[in-house]
């Protein structure tokens, strides 16, 4: 079945440090694969997404490209600020359904200090 | 401006009891979902509904019942058959689209707690 794997944590860095937070991924058919972040206390945030292979992603300053020769979607940032402290989810759906719903990774939580 | 409404914040089950999670949305949205999310586990899809008054199983549905009698509510009841209910709960919708290209929307979530 369809499943996500990403890096555990957490993750913790100094401000203006690079972040990657890895993530593989196991489908059957035709992902689309989206980076959400959640803050504390709140629900999730879409934070970017691909729908294809060699697609990337961006959005607040954060990439992921769609490889699906390692069928990865790792997130990436050249310069984290301590307002991305966050837990970060990876995740995938079935373009080849219907029924849309999500499969997500455990989450990263990164915490970055000042 | 549109989003969903995930209420209450925080709610606190007794032993025995059953208790209902409210989510409304005004998106327009024809999918909606509900999941559970435990420390270090990530989401869990509990059910999820594609249209109005129709409905499926996600994988942990057991303790669990929806209803979807209109577009933009789709409440769960924790049910006393849930003997682990403590933990944080997700609403969300997305547009129906080709094959789950449209993203989910997110509520902020409610906490449920045992007393």
């Known amino acids: 079945g369809d499943s996500v794997t990403q890096m555990e944590g957490p993750v913790t860095l100094s401000e203006e440090a690079f972040l990657t937070i890895n993530c593989t991924y196991t489908a059957t058919g035709y992902p689309s694969l989206f980076w959400y972040v959640q803050y504390p206390g709140e629900g999730l945030q879409l934070l970017l997404k691909a729908t294809k292979a060699d697609d990337k992603g961006s959005n607040k300053g954060f990439e992921a490209t769609y490889r699906k020769e390692t069928t990865s979607f790792h997130l990436e940032k050249g310069s984290v600020q301590v307002s991305d402290s966050a837990v970060y989810f990876c995740a995938l759906t079935d373009r080849g359904s219907t029924l849309g719903r999500l499969y997500f990774g455990r989450g990263t939580q990164l915490t970055v200090w000042p | 401006d549109g989003g969903i409404t995930q209420s209450p914040k925080y709610l606190f089950r007794k032993e025995g009891q059953n208790v209902t999670l409210s989510c409304e949305q005004n998106?327009?949205?024809?999918?909606m979902y509900w999941y559970r999310q435990d420390p270090g586990q990530g989401l869990r899809l509990i059910y999820y509904?594609?249209?109005?008054?129709?409905?499926q199983k996600g994988d942990i549905a057991e303790g669990y019942s929806v209803s979807r009698e209109k577009k933009e509510s789709f409440p769960l009841t924790v049910t006393s058959a849930q003997k682990n209910p403590t933990a944080f709960y997700l609403c969300a919708s997305s547009a129906q689209g080709s094959g789950g290209n449209q993203p989910q929307h997110f509520g902020d979530g409610t906490r449920l707690s045992i007393l």
């Open positions: 509904s594609q249209i109005v008054n129709d409905f």
């Open positions: 998106l327009n949205h024809d999918a």
